[in-house]
C-alpha cells in the first residue's frame, strides 16, 4: 500500500533525476518494463479518480496491480507487458 501510494504521487510519463540514476546498469528489458508498469499505474489511478472513485479505493486498486508487476518480475514473465 505504501508503495502504491508513491506510485500515484507522480506525474504519468516523468522520471526524476534521483529515478534514472538509480536505474543505471540495470538491464534495458527491465527497465522497459518497469517504465510500462509504472505508467500504467497512474493512468489506472488517475482514471479512477476521475471517474469519481475514492482514494483509498483508486490506491489499493494499484496496489492489487503493483503486486501483479512484481509477480511477474519475479517469475520473469516480462514479455507480458
Same mark, same amino acid.
Given at each position: ?7 500515484? !504521487? $507522480? &506525474?504519468?510519463?516523468?522520471?526524476? !533525476?534521483? @529515478?534514472?540514476?538509480?536505474?543505471? $546498469?540495470? %538491464? %534495458? #528489458? ?5 517504465? /510500462?508498469?509504472?505508467?500504467? @499505474?497512474?493512468?489506472?489511478?488517475? /482514471? =479512477?479518480?476521475?471517474?469519481? /472513485?475514492?482514494?483509498?479505493? *483508486?490506491? &489499493?486498486?494499484?496496489?492489487?496491480? @503493483? *503486486?501483479?508487476?512484481?509477480? $511477474? =518480475?519475479? &517469475? #520473469? ?5
Amino acid at each position: 500500500m505504501e508503495a502504491s501510494r508513491g506510485i500515484c !504521487k $507522480g &506525474t504519468i510519463g516523468h522520471k526524476s !533525476k534521483d @529515478l534514472k540514476a538509480r536505474q543505471n $546498469g540495470n %538491464p %534495458p #528489458e527491465v527497465i522497459a518494463y518497469a517504465d /510500462k508498469a509504472n505508467e500504467r @499505474l497512474r493512468r489506472k489511478y488517475y /482514471k =479512477m479518480i476521475r471517474h469519481g /472513485k475514492k482514494k483509498n479505493v *483508486a490506491v &489499493t486498486a494499484v496496489a492489487r496491480e @503493483l *503486486a501483479c508487476f512484481i509477480w $511477474g =518480475m519475479m &517469475t #520473469e514473465n516480462i514479455s507480458t507487458v
